[in-house]
């Protein structure tokens, strides 16, 4: 091997973040593949009322999940087998692709924290416009349609209603629009705020695992640098 000393301890060190960063592209992907096939998500976000399909922007962000993964997986594999090889030319092409690969999840992260209300806002005005339908008194051709995107609502989540802002004759309807419950039974929630919770967690838990990701890319960075250092600063290597 041309390298020696510190530096080759460097390279092994760099093959085991390229491995590290390789098992966490397949845990992303298999996140992202859970969270597009998750039986609450998949129940809500299928739904269509009046020839319109539920909003879909938690879809978009985890297909892109899915892409940034399967990217993971090649790029930890081809600066695994750089590291090993002890190649510049392989080195460089990983070091370029982390690089890319750093900036798009900056972009993604910047995005995410602006847009981060977005998803449930989006699910709560879906939710509303059935509601109103499902109320009301007028006979409205679409009202059989509204109920049962209410009822799908509440059998997922487990809630009943908007929470506070429940109109009274709604609260006349409950026992036929929400599922019953014992009297010794906990109180219902609103399904205003199931639908915060039930996205805030998920959103987390994407943020916390591109956290994660982007702490192991910069150690690789800088790794890769050094370490092509000392690969052009070799004996041998001219």
């Given at each position: 091997m041309a390298v020696a000393g510190c530096t080759k301890c460097i390279k092994y060190m760099l093959f085991f973040l390229n491995f590290i960063f390789w098992l966490a592209g397949g845990v992303i992907l298999g996140v992202a593949l859970w969270l597009r096939?998750?039986?609450?998500?998949?129940?809500?976000?299928?739904?269509?009322?009046?020839g319109q399909q539920a909003p879909g922007t938690f879809y978009i962000s985890v297909y892109i999940l899915i892409a940034v993964g399967a990217v993971m997986m090649l790029?930890?594999?081809?600066?695994?087998y750089g590291a090993i090889q002890e190649s510049q030319c392989l080195l460089g092409t990983f070091f370029f692709f982390l690089v890319i690969l750093f900036a798009c999840e900056v972009a993604a992260a910047i995005w995410g924290f602006m847009n981060r209300d977005t998803i449930s806002k989006e699910l709560i005005n879906f939710?509303?416009?059935?509601?109103?339908?499902?109320?009301?008194?007028?006979?409205?051709?679409?009202k059989d349609a509204a109920i049962k995107?209410?009822?799908?609502?509440?059998?997922t989540l487990n809630c009943c209603g908007k929470g506070k802002h429940d109109t009274a004759l709604f609260t006349q309807l409950t026992s036929t629009l929400c599922q019953q419950k014992p009297l010794s039974a906990p109180k219902t929630e609103g399904c205003h705020k199931k639908l915060v919770m039930l996205f805030s967690e998920k959103l987390y838990l994407i943020g916390l695992a591109a956290l994660?990701?982007?702490?192991?890319?910069?150690?690789?960075?800088?790794?890769?640098?050094?370490l092509c250092c000392g690969i052009r600063n070799s004996p041998g290597v001219y």
């Open positions: 096939h998750d039986t609450q998500t998949s129940s809500l976000l299928l739904l269509q009322f009046e790029v930890g594999f081809l600066g695994c939710y509303d416009a059935a509601y109103i339908k499902a109320v009301d008194i007028s006979g409205s051709k679409n995107v209410l009822e799908a609502f509440h059998t994660v990701v982007a702490v192991i890319m910069i150690f690789e960075m800088i790794f890769t640098m050094v």
